[in-house]
C-alpha cells in the first residue's frame, strides 16, 4: 500500500486515549467496544478511504459513515473535533447536561449521520443512502459499522438482500467481529459460525482482515470500486477492549468503569501503543 | 354509476400524477399489489423499490433514501406497516423526524377472512403514542386522493389508513375545505352525534337513516385525522351535542374513542361518552366483516341500540 502507516499507529494511540479520557470524566461510555474498531475508524478518517472536508460535517460530496452499534459511536467524537465540527472542549462534557455529545450518537450533532443506538438498522439505512446517491448520479459512499453481534438481528440481512439485489456497489458495511455481545461470546451464546461466508452467500464482496492491522484495512478498502457491482463488506477480526488488557475480551467490561487503581493501569497501558 | 373506486388505487393515482413530475418521488412496497401501482412499477421503474416481504428493512431503507432527500412513500398491509416495524419506525423516523408516509392498507377488520394475524385493531393506539406522527383515515375516494395531494405537497412524518375496501363518495366535493380541521360535520343532528372515521362513517350514516325513521336525528362526526387532533375544531363540532357514542373497528383501550376522550378531558368539556369497539381480546370465526362486527359488538345493530339508548338521555 502507498498509505504510510507510522501516521496511522499515532493515531491509534491518540484515539484510545482520547475516548478513555472521555469516559472517565463522566464514567459514562463503551470503552471495549469503541476500542476494537479504533483501528477502523482511523483507517476511514485519516487512512485516506473516507471523503471527509475540513470544518464541514455537511459538505454534499462527504461519505456517509454511520456507526451502526451505537453504543460504540462515541468513538467518532474525537474525531469529529479534530476535524473541527465542533470545539474540542465538548469532550470534556460528554454525556453532561450542557453538553453537546450524548452517549449514543444524535443526528443533531456536526458529524453524525443519523441516530444509531437500536441494532440491525446500519445495512438498511446505508442503503438507502447508497440508492439515492446512484438515482441521483452523485459519488459520495455509504459506510456501515455494525458489531458482530447486531448481525444477530434480521433486518441485517434483510437489507443485506436488498444491497446485493441493487448492486450497490457504493456501500461499504465493516463488521467488528470483536467476538463478544454483552453476556459473552457469540460463538457460545449462539453461533454466527462463518460470518464472511455468510455474507458472501448473500451476494457481497466479502473480506476477511485483521481488524487492528493498518495494512489489511487499507488493502481491503482498496476493493471500493473494484468489487463487480456487489457491496463490499470486510469483517474486520478485532478484539474487544483492545488496549487495555484486563478489559480484552472480558465481556463484563461492556459497560463497567475502572476503579481508581484499574484507571492508572489503564493510563499506564495506553501509553504504550498496542497497535503496531 | 361508476363503482367506487380502491382507496389504494386512488391514492396511488395521485402519487403517480406528481411522480411523473418530480423524480424525488419514491414507492416502497413490501410486497403488497395495486391495479395502480402496476403503472408505477411499469412506467417508472426508477421510483418504484420492492424491499421483499421485509417491512423492517424496508423502513430502515426508506430512512436512507429519506436522509438523503428523497419523499418517500411506505406502503404495505395495515398490521405490517404498524407493528411489525414499530421499532424502526419509533427509533429512525421519529426520532429524526423524517418525512415519510407510512401507507397501511386493510385496517380495522378489512382482512376478515384472514383473521388474528391480519386484524389491524391496535395501530391506532400504537402509532398515537409516537410523538410527531399525524395519523388520517380517510373514509372515501375523495378524502384519501385529498390526503394524497397533502401527503405530497407537504411532506411530514404521516400514518394513513386506508380501508381494503371501496365505499361511496360521501363528501361531495367538500373535504378539502376540512382537510386542516382534522374533523368533519358529515351530517348535522338534534343532541345526540356518533364520532368515527373510515368504514364506520358509512355505518354511522346508514343508522342516522334507520333512526330518522323514528324521530331520532343523529349527528355523524368524521373525526379523520386523530393525530395531532384539532381540539379547536373537535370541541367546535361537538357542541351541538350533549351525549356523544364513539365507534371504532380498534381495541377500545388506547385507541379512537380514548382519545376523544383525552380531548374531551383536557378541554375541559363534561359531556357522556358511549364507546363502541373491539373489547380486549383477539377472537377469530369464520364469517365476513359484518359477521365479526356483531361477534365483537360493533355491527349496525349495535350502533342502533346504543344511539337508542343514548338518545332517551337527550
Request: proline share 5%.
Amino acid at each position: 500500500m502507498d498509505t504510510p502507516t507510522e501516521p496511522l499507529l499515532a493515531r491509534s494511540q491518540w484515539l484510545r486515549k482520547a475516548l478513555f479520557e472521555m469516559a472517565m470524566g463522566p464514567k459514562k461510555g463503551h470503552i471495549p467496544s469503541s476500542f476494537s474498531m479504533v483501528e477502523i475508524l482511523v483507517t476511514l478518517y485519516f487512512g485516506g478511504v473516507a471523503r471527509h472536508f475540513q470544518g464541514e460535517p455537511d459538505h454534499p460530496d462527504r461519505d456517509r459513515i454511520f456507526v451502526s452499534k451505537g453504543h460504540a459511536g462515541m468513538a467518532q467524537y474525537p474525531i469529529f473535533a479534530e476535524l473541527g465540527y465542533f470545539p474540542r472542549e465538548e469532550l470534556d462534557r460528554f454525556t453532561q447536561p450542557e453538553g453537546l455529545l450524548g452517549m449514543y450518537p444524535d443526528f443533531r450533532v456536526p458529524g453524525i449521520e443519523g441516530v444509531s443506538g437500536s441494532l440491525g438498522h446500519g445495512v438498511g439505512i446505508g442503503a438507502g443512502i447508497a440508492h439515492a446517491a446512484k438515482l441521483d448520479g452523485k459519488s459520495h459512499r455509504a459506510f456501515a459499522i455494525l458489531g458482530d453481534g447486531e448481525c444477530y438481528e434480521g433486518s441485517v440481512w434483510e437489507s443485506a438482500l436488498f444491497a446485493a439485489h441493487h448492486c450497490l456497489d457504493n456501500l461499504v458495511v465493516v463488521v467488528d467481529r470483536n467476538q463478544l455481545c454483552i453476556m459473552g461470546k457469540t460463538e457460545e451464546l449462539l453461533a454466527l459460525g462463518d460470518l464472511r461466508g455468510k455474507w458472501e452467500s448473500f451476494g457481497w464482496h466479502a473480506l476477511s482482515v485483521d481488524g487492528h492491522s493498518y495494512p489489511e484495512l487499507l488493502e481491503a478498502f482498496s476493493h471500493i470500486g473494484r468489487t463487480h457491482g456487489k457491496p463490499l463488506v470486510i469483517i474486520a477480526n478485532t478484539v474487544k477492549g483492545k488496549g487495555i488488557s484486563f478489559m480484552e475480551l472480558a465481556h463484563l467490561w461492556h459497560n463497567r468503569m475502572p476503579n481508581k487503581a484499574q484507571m492508572a493501569q489503564a493510563r499506564a497501558e495506553l501509553e504504550r501503543n498496542p497497535i503496531s | 354509476m361508476a363503482a367506487s373506486p380502491l382507496m389504494r388505487d386512488v391514492f396511488i393515482e395521485t402519487f403517480t400524477e406528481a411522480a411523473r413530475r418530480n423524480p424525488n418521488l419514491i414507492f416502497i412496497s413490501a410486497d403488497f399489489g395495486a391495479k395502480a401501482l402496476d403503472v408505477v412499477r411499469e412506467e417508472l421503474p426508477r421510483q418504484f423499490l420492492h424491499p421483499g416481504i421485509a417491512e423492517q428493512s424496508m423502513v430502515d431503507i426508506g430512512a436512507g433514501l429519506a436522509m438523503e432527500g428523497k419523499q418517500v412513500f411506505l406502503y404495505a398491509m395495515g398490521p405490517f406497516i404498524s407493528a411489525r416495524c414499530y421499532e424502526q419506525i419509533k427509533s429512525l423516523l421519529v426520532t429524526m423526524n423524517l418525512p415519510i408516509t407510512l401507507l397501511g392498507v386493510g385496517v380495522g377488520l378489512g382482512y376478515d377472512h384472514a383473521t388474528m394475524t391480519h386484524f389491524v385493531l391496535e395501530d391506532l393506539a400504537c402509532m398515537r403514542a409516537l410523538p410527531g406522527m399525524e395519523i388520517l383515515t380517510p373514509c372515501d375516494g375523495e378524502s384519501t386522493r385529498e390526503m394524497a395531494r397533502f401527503a405530497i405537497e407537504d411532506p411530514a412524518l404521516r400514518y394513513i389508513r386506508l380501508d381494503r375496501q371501496p365505499f361511496p363518495s360521501v363528501y361531495g366535493g367538500r373535504f378539502a375545505e376540512s382537510l386542516q380541521n382534522g374533523v368533519a360535520t358529515v351530517a348535522a343532528g338534534e343532541g345526540l352525534a356518533i364520532v368515527t372515521s373510515g368504514n364506520f362513517v358509512h355505518q354511522a350514516m346508514q343508522a342516522r337513516e334507520i333512526l330518522r325513521q323514528e324521530g331520532i336525528d343523529l349527528g355523524v362526526i368524521d373525526l379523520f385525522r386523530i393525530k395531532p387532533m384539532n381540539h379547536k375544531a373537535v370541541l367546535e363540532s361537538l357542541a351541538p351535542y350533549s351525549r356523544l357514542i364513539t365507534l371504532e373497528e380498534q381495541c377500545l383501550d388506547g385507541g379512537f374513542g380514548s382519545a376523544l376522550l383525552e380531548c374531551l378531558s383536557d378541554q375541559g368539556r363534561s359531556v357522556a361518552v358511549k364507546r363502541l369497539g373491539v373489547p380486549g381480546l383477539y377472537r377469530a370465526q369464520n364469517g365476513n366483516r359484518a359477521h365479526l362486527h356483531q361477534l365483537y359488538g360493533i355491527s349496525l345493530d349495535d350502533t342502533l341500540c346504543a344511539a337508542r339508548e343514548a338518545a332517551k338521555q337527550v
